[in-house]
């Protein structure tokens, strides 16, 4: 099984965020960066327990989409303006993140 490096993946996201969100990203990033190290932390959990067979593939899609909820909360947290940008960045987050764990429970990317 490949490991899921928190560090890594929490940079490969922030990185995926950064480049969607543009301008926007100033104003976001420190929320966005408090709101994930706990996504990361049970992102993790998610990879282990799919690794493991505890979970299956659409169950562990669905609790990271639970997890990613917390992310989206960013979107009601900036202007108006802002929240197509928002969104593009916690996508880009979402998929770099949904990627990273199925590549540390072996799964194809």
Partial sequence: MARFDISAVGKAVLNAAANAAGNTWKKIQ???TADLQQVLQNASNIALQL?????????AQDLLKDQSAILF????????DSQIVVQ???NA??????????AAAGLAA
């Avoid at 690794?51 to 169950?59: D, I, R």
């Avoid at 909360?73 to 108006?80: T, Y």
């Avoid at 987050?93 to 199925?102: F, G, H, N, R």
């Fill in 88 to 90: 593009n960045a916690v």
């Fill in 93 to 102: 987050a979402v998929d770099a993140l949904w990627s990273a764990v199925k």
């Fill in 30 to 32: 420190h929320d966005f």
């Fill in 51 to 59: 690794e493991s067979g505890q979970l299956s593939e659409a169950e």
């Fill in 73 to 80: 909360l960013l979107a009601e947290e900036v202007d108006v």
